[in-house]
């Protein structure tokens, strides 16, 4: 059991190792860091994520920057989705904002209770990690497939039916209001002329 739990360490490891490694602009300046320091880029990288943590336990604003997390990375890699012409990574972020979707409608309901969760940002923060780290079966896909998709399938037809309806039912409200709009303003602009309807026939 250790020595599996070691192995997955040390896979984690190699990966955020070669992470680390690629070229953008964030890895240019952990290389100036770790030349100016002499501190291995990876340790300041796991610094940070500690401080981060920390921050997120006790820190003031702690609430924006937990969103902000589970927002900014998402939203940009989505945008990189919808330029390329693959499926597949259109289909993974879809996921995740129906997941992001759903559990903010949950905590906004539920907030009083969440309010009382000690290092709740600090825990929501995590997840919202987790449903967005880039592994094949992360918390949004795992989520959508073993919760949302069979509860959705289930009521789908009913699901359906109720839009359909409250589509309907917004149609003939908009054209009940514009017809009343259309009357409305033809009788104002009656009077204030003095009553000649002659020009609206």
Do not use: H
Request: with cysteine.
């Amino acid at each position: 059991m250790a020595a599996a739990v070691k192995q997955t360490i040390e896979e984690w490891k190699t990966k955020l190792e070669k992470c680390l490694n690629e070229k953008n602009k964030c890895n240019d300046l952990l290389g100036k860091i770790e030349a100016k320091t002499g501190v291995k880029r990876l340790n300041i990288a796991l610094a940070f994520v500690a401080l981060l943590g920390l921050y997120l336990m006790v820190g003031y604003g702690c609430d924006f920057l937990c969103n902000f997390i589970g927002f900014l990375y998402p939203a940009y890699a989505s945008i990189k989705a919808i330029e390329t012409k693959e499926k597949d990574d259109d289909t993974k972020w879809l996921t995740y904002w129906v997941v992001y979707s759903v559990f903010s409608l949950l905590e906004f309901f539920a907030d009083i209770f969440f309010f009382w969760i000690p290092f709740y940002w600090f825990f929501k923060c995590v997840f919202l990690v987790y449903c967005f780290a880039p592994v094949p079966n992360n918390g949004s896909v795992t989520i959508y497939y073993k919760i949302l998709r069979p509860y959705v399938l289930k009521y789908e037809s009913k699901i359906d039916s109720g839009l359909n309806k409250a589509k309907d039912a917004a149609k003939t409200l908009y054209s009940e209001a514009e017809t009343v709009a259309r009357d409305t303003t033809s009788d104002l602009l009656k009077r204030q002329v003095g009553g000649d309807s002659s020009k609206y026939e």
